[in-house]
């Protein structure tokens, strides 16, 4: 972290030692369990959703939200040992990395965590239904890919692929999402599985706090969706806040490179060297500017979104830069729904047209 180089470091053992005191919970991990998690809770939500509003009777309603259930319970079992058998294996491996490795993993960790973010800040107009017009491309390939693995397996002779509700469409739907949104986090911990001198209780403990997240997200998004009929500014205030969480994992990651540069110099000439400029201290200097140090609290809370009592010159190229990205992106999501809607309006108008003109 950025205090460690801002304040110097006599030796590179001494560096060496306080670096490798890993804390318990890490935002990286924290926030790939919250989105994957998230996901899968809307895609639960959003199958009981159609069992809830179809034309099946009381009892066969019951069973579809069990199959629902217990699809979804199997899918993350198969996906939680197949990730434990990999972080096993990766965790025996031999892992004598240097300081220069461990920062460049740290920081791909915390960049791949910021384009899942960002993806997940641009899902969440459409999950609270304001992009309605718009195809869910995603969607689209991910049941396509679904379609070509069933039909790989031969899955595909057991039900009727344009019935969703079919008890063996139904296992095979929720099954595949669910899974792949699980095996999407065992790609993304491969990094902290190499990673050595780390926490054994950090992907455990980061986990719990991202599933508790979503958890709470996702109730409260289903919740929501049922409840208020103006939608907009909850969409305005969640995607700010994971697009700005986007950000600032973003400007993390790209710290944690100009960290590897740093401790690269300072392997090879055992001299304090410097990174890219400060550009200005927020706070005062010593112990009465202690409340704003970005690695204690209270500040520490804001250091995932991209504060820094110490921010160098990469650091606030990288925030504008991804939050213009974000923000860009967001615009052009809201851009296809307008026109989507101006072409379904004027799709709708055209045979009353063609009556009058007749």
Same mark, same amino acid.
């Given at each position: ?200 209780? /950090?992907?455990? #403990? ?6 508790? *997240? =979503? ?6 998004? +289903? $919740?929501? !969706? ?87 010159? /990469?650091?606030? #190229? ?6 213009? *990205? =974000? ?6 999501? +809201? $851009?296809? !729904? ?21």
């Amino acid at each position: 972290t950025s205090h460690r180089c801002r304040q110097g470091t006599r030796t590179f053992g001494d560096v060496v030692h306080r670096v490798g005191m890993s804390g318990v919970l890490e935002i990286g991990v924290i926030a790939i369990f919250a989105r994957e998690f998230l996901e899968a809770a809307i895609i639960i939500g959003q199958f009981r959703t159609i069992i809830f509003k179809s034309s099946l009777d009381g009892e066969r309603q019951k069973r579809a939200n069990k199959i629902v259930w217990a699809s979804a319970a199997v899918a993350f079992m198969i996906a939680f040992v197949m990730i434990l058998i990999t972080g096993i294996a990766l965790g025996a491996a031999n892992k004598n990395f240097s300081m220069v490795a461990a920062e460049i993993i740290e920081g791909v960790s915390k960049v791949v965590a910021a384009f899942a973010i960002l993806l997940l800040s641009l899902k969440v107009p459409k999950w609270l239904g304001l992009y309605d017009a718009t195809p869910d491309v995603e969607a689209e390939e991910h049941a396509k890919q679904g379609a070509f693995i069933a039909a790989w397996v031969g899955c595909i002779k057991m039900f009727d692929p344009n019935d969703p509700l079919e008890p063996s469409a139904l296992k095979f739907n929720v099954g595949w999402n669910i899974w792949r949104e699980m095996a999407e986090i065992g790609a993304f911990l491969f990094p902290y599985f190499l990673r050595d001198n780390q926490n054994p209780l /950090l992907i455990p #403990a980061s986990a719990a706090v991202g599933i508790a *997240v =979503a958890l709470v997200l996702g109730g409260f998004i +289903y $919740w929501a !969706n049922g409840r208020f009929s103006n939608k907009v500014p909850l969409a305005v205030f969640m995607a700010t806040l994971t697009g700005w969480l986007a950000t600032g994992l973003f400007t993390g990651g790209c710290h944690e490179f100009e960290e590897a540069v740093y401790f690269d110099c300072l392997e090879k000439s055992g001299v304090d060297c410097r990174m890219t400029p400060v550009v200005f201290e927020i706070g005062a200097k010593g112990s009465s500017g202690r409340f704003w140090r970005h690695w204690e609290l209270p500040m520490t809370i804001f250091k995932p979104f991209g504060y820094s009592k110490y921010p160098t010159a /990469l650091m606030i #190229a990288a925030f504008w830069s991804f939050f213009v *990205v =974000a923000c860009g992106t967001h615009y052009w999501q +809201y $851009w296809q !729904n307008k026109k989507a809607k101006l072409a379904q309006g004027a799709s709708a108008d055209e045979p009353v047209k063609s009556v009058a003109t007749a």
